[in-house]
């Protein structure tokens, strides 16, 4: 890639731009931040060690602009960029803003890439739902497939998905430390040392997950692998089972979707 201008770097934007740097994709001296203030894109630049812009003039001629905003800030970062008239793709990870949306601040033809990446990109393992726009072409959700992709997994989808997609891994990196919560209470209530019982539910997911995404195996056969007739570990599953555990993950995500669908109607 020639030039990224990267609009806000928090937490998101941060990883974007450490995971893209430490991946080779992007070049420091190819990289421009721009910030509310000018002091503060300075101050993060230096941090970085790339370039910093004042009024986001390098969009004009970007290959990638990242919208890493809140949705809130999503208005006035898209119109101060949008006076540039950016001719490369346009990528925004602002939840709930949808392409219309975002397409409404941008001059007509602009190629804009919704993303819904989850908080797990900051180490490299998360995942990232994509969309392109009515103008973007199948090389414009490469280019954001790249990105995202030197930041874990990717999927290209339709918005609608991506919406859902909010739901399931957006928002399931919270499902998964309230288990790991729970697995180590279990721990502790066992005798582990909570120390020592965090660390293996978390390791202990991790690995499963791994092991679900690597070999590519339906999780109930991975399950099956591990659950000896009479033995141990299904009777830990059945318990769980009949406890609730698989029925309240479901109404879990489906409430999460139907409180997105009731925030974007009133957006």
């Known amino acids: 890639m020639n030039k990224i ?5 928090g937490a998101m934007g941060g990883a974007i731009l450490s995971g893209c740097l430490a991946k080779g994709l992007w070049r420091r001296e190819e990289v421009f931040l ?66 219309g949306e975002l397409a409404s601040y ?25 969309a392109g726009g009515s103008c973007a072409s199948e090389e414009d ?5 790249a990105i995202f992709g030197a930041l874990g997994r990717t999927a290209a989808v339709t918005e609608r998905q991506l919406d859902e997609l909010g739901a399931l891994s957006g928002a399931g990196p919270g499902y998964a430390f309230v288990i790991i919560d729970a697995l180590a209470d279990a721990g502790v209530n066992i005798g582990l040392p909570r120390a020592v019982a965090i660390k293996a539910a978390a390791q202990t997911l991790f690995g499963a997950a791994k092991m679900a995404l690597e070999t590519g195996t ?34 879990g995500v489906e409430a999460c979707m139907k409180k997105s669908d009731a925030m974007a109607k009133k957006g």
């Not at 201008?5 to 770097?9: F, N, T």
């Not at 960029?81 to 803003?97: C, D």
């Not at 890439?113 to 989850?118: H, I, L, Q």
Request: aromatic letters at 4%.
């Open 218 to 251: 339906h999780p109930a056969a991975l399950r099956d692998q591990v659950t000896s007739p009479g033995g141990t570990t299904i009777a830990g599953i059945q318990m769980m089972e009949r406890r609730g555990l698989r029925a309240a993950l479901i109404d």
């Open 5 to 9: 201008v990267i609009a806000g770097c």
């Open 34 to 99: 721009k910030e509310s203030t000018a002091a503060s894109a300075e101050k993060k630049a230096a941090a970085y060690g790339v370039s910093w812009t004042e009024d986001g003039r390098e969009a004009a001629d970007a290959d990638a602009v990242i919208l890493a905003v809140k949705p809130n800030v999503i208005p006035s970062a898209a119109r101060a960029l949008a006076a540039f008239a950016p001719k490369g793709t346009v990528i925004s990870i602002a939840a709930a803003v949808t392409l």
């Open 141 to 145: 959700v490469r280019k954001a497939e």
């Open 106 to 130: 941008f001059p007509e033809g602009t190629r804009i890439v919704r993303v819904m990446p989850n908080t797990p990109v900051s180490v490299g393992a998360g995942f990232t739902a994509i």
